[in-house]
């Protein structure tokens, strides 16, 4: 599986942004998906999943209200609507994927990954 992400950029705080992984090479329509992210000198964390079927997700606290996580298993692409952006979600964004169509919170349960979108905002 090869995921390309995309969506980031420079935006001021209380704005929004999307980002977009499109997968190919294989389907990831029977799989889970995820968006992590890292600041520099921090480690990477989780920042939502979503199941196989898109009913089920979960969130880190910090993002839970502001951040939307979906998919379209007819593209093999997963979303991430991020708004309400504060400084301090400012990193590098990382979408992955597991084998297993169940969600994780574990980044050392994801087998690929996709390169990284930057997303900055400024206060």
């Known amino acids: 599986v090869q995921l390309q992400a995309s969506g980031g950029g420079l935006v001021q705080a209380g704005g929004s942004l999307r980002l977009s992984c499109a997968a190919s090479?294989?389907?990831?329509?029977?799989?889970?998906m995820g968006w992590f992210r890292q600041a520099p000198g921090k480690d990477r964390e989780l920042v939502a999943t979503?199941?196989?079927?898109?009913?089920?997700?979960y969130y880190t606290d910090s993002v839970k209200g502001r951040f939307t996580i979906s998919r379209d298993n007819a593209k093999n692409t997963v979303y991430l609507q991020m708004n309400s952006l504060n400084p301090e979600d400012t990193a590098l964004y990382y979408c992955?994927?597991?084998?297993?169509?169940?969600?994780?919170?574990?980044?050392?349960?994801?087998?690929?990954w996709g390169q990284g979108t930057q997303v900055t905002v400024s206060s």
């Open positions: 992955a994927v597991r084998h297993g169509p169940k969600v994780s919170t574990r980044p050392d349960e994801y087998h690929y």
């Open positions: 979503i199941g196989w079927r898109g009913g089920i997700t």
């Open positions: 090479r294989r389907t990831v329509s029977n799989k889970a």
